[in-house]
């Protein structure tokens, strides 16, 4: 009988996170040996301070496929690249785990569920259209990395686990993000070069009605999923992982029997005050990863001493919290291998040429859905708004002229295909999975219906950006 039952079939498994994304490193690496190199042109555009894509300037160019030394190379060399996420994520989640341990953020829920008892749900929405709205004006995104503990502490509080907690900040300001009103970074660019005005009335109005519709429904998914999971904790796409880096989180009803004590009340004005002077400074001042470091470690060190912890004890809470996060931002190093592997090969613009190239043999009446579908494609392989525009936004702007549809249609096809699939393609989600200390199959559990929604949200409103005329 034993016997027979050790020869049943396991049950399988997924990959380790890192086995998984070295499968598509090594599928990147196999592309360079299939994808013609070449490369388009590019100037500088003294206005924008970028250097832009020529169109029709595409030129191939000797092959340089990666071979194994070089995919071994790679990662090191993506480990490099991302320093400067991964440090940020260090020094966030530094101030983070600091916070935790001085209880002031149990104490901050334990205070609000005492205010809002059965309402409690109310803090997802409301954070979501805060971080929503901070994307989708002045563009934030990568600076709320350093938040996602916080709010994943939170949210297992509540009695929710650690992918809602990251869905209110990752899932919100993408979403904000991608559905951008006047968001300098995606539109603000995709606009000069296209030669469109960034606000017009019968645009703008189109861009806040797209915003109010697509946070609806990222609000409404994130809160089904919590609500789903508080009834029946077992059906938690993470239900019995290990959570040690979060062994300080209370349950509900202990947070509840806390004190919020002046110290802790001081500290929280602190974190909000931290909230605050990011949103303005990375809006204002331009302030990116560097600079909002900087803020991290000043709130590290000023939140152990305002909460009389010694000099050892702020730097053992920092090892401490660089050893739980180093999964994650390993992760994130990883994860920029793939942009390392296609851009030593030049496969990049041939990937571009390509897909741009299927749009303009497409019938008018699909063409605009078609230049959505590519732009979505095309974030795999370049992942950064900006750096999307500048390569993009010069073909797809006369491409458009050329299949009937406005420019405006054009840069909307760009800011939807470049942001919400963010939140899709693994060269971004690695980062997010990282911080979240979530696998990349848990995640996609979460996201795809939701991405499904969103994808078919998107063609309906291209759709109807053609028929109105934008």
């Not at 907690?165 to 300098?184: D, E, L």
């Not at 239900?239 to 040690?244: C, N, R």
């Amino acid at each position: 009988m034993e016997a027979n039952k050790s020869k049943k079939k396991k049950k399988f498994e997924m990959p380790h996170a890192y086995v998984i994304l070295l499968i598509i490193i090594v599928f990147c690496t196999l592309l360079t040996w299939i994808l013609p190199a070449g490369t388009f042109e590019r100037v500088e555009n003294a206005e924008l301070g970028r250097e832009l894509v020529v169109p029709g300037s595409y030129q191939p160019v000797d092959a340089s496929p990666v071979g194994a030394w070089g995919f071994f190379m790679a990662l090191y060399e993506g480990m490099v690249n991302a320093g400067d996420i991964i440090f940020f994520v260090l020094f966030a989640s530094g101030y983070v785990f600091l916070l935790m341990k001085t209880g002031t953020l149990n104490a901050m829920v334990g205070s609000i569920l005492r205010t809002l008892g059965k309402r409690d749900y109310l803090l997802i929405p409301i954070f979501m259209v805060v971080f929503g709205v901070a994307g989708s004006t002045f563009g934030m995104y990568e600076e709320t990395y350093g938040l996602i503990p916080a709010f994943i502490v939170i949210a297992m509080t509540l009695g929710y686990d650690r992918l809602v907690g990251g869905g209110i900040v990752f899932v919100s300001v993408a979403t904000g993000f991608a559905a951008a009103t006047i968001n300098p970074f995606t539109i603000g660019i995709a606009s000069s070069i296209a030669g469109i005005p960034l606000v017009s009335p019968r645009l703008t109005l189109f861009r806040i009605v797209t915003f109010v519709l697509f946070m609806a429904l990222s609000i409404s998914y994130v809160m089904w999923y919590a609500a789903r999971i508080r009834k029946d904790p077992a059906k938690s796409y993470v239900y019995g992982e290990k959570q040690h880096e979060y062994k300080d989180v209370l349950s509900r009803e202990e947070v509840m029997k806390l004190p919020f004590t002046p110290q802790q009340k001081i500290t929280l004005v602190g974190f909000v005050l931290l909230i605050v002077i990011i949103a303005y400074t990375v809006g204002a001042l331009g302030f990116y990863l560097q600079e909002l470091s900087a803020l991290f470690i000043i709130w590290m060190i000023a939140t152990g001493i305002l909460n009389k912890m010694s000099s050892k004890e702020i730097a053992e809470s920092f090892v401490e919290s660089s050893s739980a996060a180093i999964y994650g931002v390993l992760l994130i190093g990883l994860s920029r291998s793939i942009e390392v592997i296609m851009s030593q090969a030049n496969v990049i613009d041939t990937a571009v040429l390509y897909l741009s190239n299927i749009i303009q043999n497409m019938p008018h009446s699909v063409s605009a859905i078609g230049m959505l579908v590519v732009q979505n494609l095309i974030n795999f392989f370049i992942p950064s708004g900006s750096g999307q525009a500048v390569v993009m936004m010069p073909i797809m702007a006369p491409l458009s002229d050329l299949i009937g549809v406005s420019r405006e249609v054009a840069v909307t096809a760009y800011q939807f295909g470049d942001g919400f699939s963010n939140m899709f393609w693994p060269t971004a989600v690695a980062v997010e999975c990282g911080i979240m200390g979530v696998g990349m199959d848990k995640w996609y559990k979460f996201i795809t219906p939701l991405f499904g929604m969103m994808f078919i949200l998107q063609a309906i409103l291209i759709v109807v950006a053609v028929m109105i005329g934008i």
